[in-house]
């Protein structure tokens, strides 16, 4: 085996190791302690601005006219590359957790609720950078596109955890089906998905109170 393939295998395991570590941890920490289950999601809910923080902090850097070690340009995007298996991992726990039925079907919705508020001003500047890319230099279409990459994937994250949530809310039966599965779909889509998630939440809550004043 030489060299390369080496190398590809070890960055493949850590990758692999960095998504089944957290998701395992959290996982444990959820099922022994409930209350926990915001505390795993910071991931989620911060994962647009780690990117954007890497961003500024280099930007800073350059103006004023310092520049990053080779080393310390590579470890730093080394952490930056390691918070998507990370967060994935958390997502993974998300599923199992919300398949046990750990936590509340109100926590649940609120909490998604949340994730999608606190992602509009990262989804904003990624805008504003898209814009400014578009009447920059060559180097605009790489500002262009790291724009739309990021955001792809963090709608992609924060749909997929909205989705672990409506099946932890399912067997509550707070809300109707259709409702659920509405929910699921369109936490998918840009704008929507805040819409939805407030709505829903609303919803669940309405829902969660009527249920508990009925037993």
Known sequence: MDESNKYTIIIILVLVL??????????????????TY????????LYPYYYMIYI???????????????????????IIILVTPVTIGTLIADFIINAHHYVGPEKLARLNMIIKLVHIPAYITHFVLGLLGSVASVWGIGIILWAIIVDLVTIA????????????????????????????????????????????YIMVRKGSKTLTEQE
């Open 38 to 45: 915001g505390v795993i999601n910071h991931t989620i809910i």
């Open 18 to 35: 960095a998504a089944l570590v957290p998701a395992v941890a959290s996982f444990l920490m959820v099922k022994r302690h409930p209350k």
């Open 56 to 78: 500024a902090v280099f930007l800073i850097v350059m103006a004023n006219g310092s520049h990053l070690s080779v080393e310390a340009q590579e470890m730093s995007l080394a």
């Open 157 to 200: 994250i924060s749909g997929t955890h909205a989705l672990t949530c409506v099946i932890g809310i399912s067997k509550h039966k707070v809300v109707k089906k259709s409702v659920l599965i509405a929910a699921a779909i369109l936490s998918y889509i840009y704008c929507v998905d805040v819409v939805v998630s407030i709505v829903f």
